[in-house]
């Protein structure tokens, strides 16, 4: 683990600390829908993982400090190799990351060589690099529909997100055994008795989350599609099955209406809360800018591969891929 700040920043603004610091070094502060409001309020962009780092590499910025977690940091990377890339902690990681380790990866594709590899952002670069094709939750359905229906596919790290994308498109993707312990902890049973408590509200859920989830969903989507959703939806009160800091900006764009986060185990435990994205805090993002460090590394050839596969995405997702152009890494 990192080791824990020495110095005494008591005495520091660190907001206006913060603000000198992104003019000095010519920065742009990026911070994910799940990050703390007080880190979402002051950043250039926020939004979901891979939005952000197309948003910072069309900036003249020298500097991306990314308010995330580690596998977006390196998207970002991949994405502005010219760019000092800092993340205010290198522990903030991921549990979907954490589940599929590289090599793990490359023997289970080695014995499945008739499939593909569809793999959610939610990784490392080095799998990233292993894989045909990178998805979001955006991107994901877009991207499926695309593929032949004979085509053999391997989907990971994410169970649920493959679950639901083989449910509702009619696959049998053979999928890696990962979850996200945020949406993992949502329980069906406090999902309910919320549901009793406001009848008329309608429940927005991300795809990582289980099927008994998502089967009491309205609308299943992304973090921004279901911010998206917080604006269309005709009602006045919303239960959000996600990482509950994406309330922070339905907060901000419709205060005249109610969020709800869903419960987890116990009806009111912080279970549900990132504990990665919880690492990044005001006094690290200052340092990092200061020190700029911790700074992504990454080989060359390692980023060259690794975008490949977010280029097919991109591709994919923008209708410039045939169907046959679908090869393995």
């Not at 890696?176 to 859920?205: M, N, R, Y």
């Not at 591709?315 to 679908?326: F, I, P």
Request: charged fraction near 25%; include cysteine; proline fraction near 7%.
């Amino acid at each position: 683990m990192t080791a824990p700040i020495r110095e005494n920043l008591s005495g520091l603004d660190l907001r206006a600390e913060i603000d000198r610091l992104r003019k000095e070094r010519n920065a742009v502060i990026l911070a994910h829908y799940y990050q703390k409001p007080e880190i979402q309020d002051l950043a250039d962009f926020v939004g979901d993982s891979l939005e952000l780092s197309r948003k910072a590499a069309d900036t003249d910025a020298d500097v991306i400090a990314f308010c995330g977690v580690k596998f977006m940091a390196e998207t970002a990377k991949i994405l502005s190799p010219e760019k000092i890339v800092v993340l205010p902690d290198m522990d903030a990681g991921c549990s979907l990351e954490d589940s599929c380790p590289p090599e793990q990866f490359k023997r289970f594709r080695a014995a499945h060589p008739d499939h593909i590899a569809l793999t959610y952002i939610n990784c490392s670069a080095a799998v990233k690099a292993l894989s045909d094709v990178i998805v979001t939750s955006s991107s994901a359905e877009t991207i499926i529909s695309q593929i032949p229906p004979e085509q053999k596919i391997i989907f990971g790290p994410d169970r649920h997100l493959g679950g639901y994308l083989n449910r509702k498109f009619g696959r049998e993707m053979l999928l890696w055994p990962g979850v996200c312990i945020v949406h993992e902890a949502f329980s069906e049973t406090e999902l309910l008795k919320l549901k009793t408590q406001h009848p008329d509200a309608p429940v927005a859920a991300h795809p990582e989350c289980p099927p008994h989830i998502i089967d009491h969903a309205d609308y299943v989507g992304s973090t921004s599609g279901i911010l998206q959703f917080a604006k269309s939806f005709p009602g006045d009160t919303l239960i959000v099955a996600t990482e509950p800091h994406i309330i922070h900006q339905m907060e901000l764009a419709l205060p005249e209406k109610t969020f709800i986060g869903a419960p987890g185990a116990d009806g009111n435990c912080n279970c549900n809360i990132c504990p990665y994205m919880a690492l990044n805090t005001m006094e690290k993002l200052y340092l990092a800018l200061r020190d700029l460090q911790p700074r992504i590394e990454m080989d060359e050839d390692l980023r060259v591969a690794a975008k490949k596969s977010l280029d097919r995405m991109l591709e994919m997702a923008s209708g410039t891929v045939g169907k046959g152009d679908l090869g393995r890494a």
